[in-house]
T-cell receptor, first 112, second 112 residues
Framework: EADIYQTPRYLVIGTGKKITLECSQT?????MYWYQQDPGMELHLIHYSYGVNSTEKGDLSSESTVSRIRTEHFPLTLESARPSHTSQYLCASSEGYGHEQYFGPGTRLTVT | SQQGEEDPQALSIQEGENATMNCSYKTSINNLQWYRQNSGRGLVHLIL?????REKHSGRLRVTLDTSKKSSSLLITASRAADTASYFCATDARSGYSTLTFGKGTMLLVSP
């Protein structure tokens, strides 16, 4: 079982609210990733991090932001949630680029 | 553009039968990985095959890689109901600091 955690698992929130999805890993991995996945669809990379104080945008444009102040923590923030943000958000980490990625259980977000 | 494309999109078999899923990709790779995702959960890494390898086994899993055709296949032998999940291939493109690119996945249903 991978030591990567996401909270909350499920979140239903109204339009316009600010939300932060938490992701933590205890494996000491430098590389961390956020993916967005709609039901039955592929994963889209929205943010990734090389290490502390480094963040990059992924392939899919996203209105969310991320921070990496500590190695083990990679939170994702939506300043103003909209119904179009309804999706599943998966966090992952890896020892290096191209290495196997360890995934958290995901946060299923619904914006009403 | 999508790097990995799985085929078929969905597969339904009986317990005990073998399941074969295919993945095609477009650019040169360092390695190709297969992941499993149970409904609504995070992904779990199954197997990694490097570009200089042609075949790899892990338990009931057999993965082949044909770099000349830019394709890979995942074979699950003697399938079980517990193998019911979505299976994704992911490629590590040979382009410096790369991240994994996931395909759209094959949904496998194994009936008792």
């Amino acid at each position: 079982e991978a030591d990567i955690y996401q909270t909350p698992r499920y979140l239903v929130i109204g339009t316009g609210k600010k939300i932060t999805l938490e992701c933590s890993q205890t494996m000491g991995h430098d590389k961390m990733y956020w993916y967005q996945q709609d039901p039955g669809m592929e994963l889209h990379l929205i943010h990734y991090s090389y290490g502390v104080n480094s963040t990059e945008k992924g392939d899919l444009s996203s209105e969310s932001t991320v921070s990496r102040i500590r190695t083990e923590h990679f939170p994702l923030t939506l300043e103003s949630a909209r119904p179009s943000h309804t999706s599943q958000y998966l966090c992952a980490s890896s020892e290096g680029y191209g290495h196997e990625q360890y995934f958290g259980p995901g946060t299923r977000l619904t914006v009403t | 553009s999508q790097q990995g494309e799985e085929d078929p999109q969905a597969l339904s078999i009986q317990e005990g039968e073998n399941a074969t899923m295919n993945c095609s990709y477009k650019t040169s790779i360092n390695n190709l990985q297969w992941y499993r995702q149970n409904s609504g959960r995070g992904l779990v890494h199954l197997i990694l095959i490097r570009s200089n390898e042609r075949e790899k086994h892990s338990g009931r899993l057999r993965v082949t890689l044909d770099t000349s055709k830019k394709s890979s296949s995942l074979l699950i032998t003697a399938s079980r109901a517990a193998d019911t999940a979505s299976y994704f291939c992911a490629t590590d493109a040979r382009s410096g600091y790369s991240t994994l690119t996931f395909g759209k996945g094959t949904m496998l249903l194994v009936s008792p």
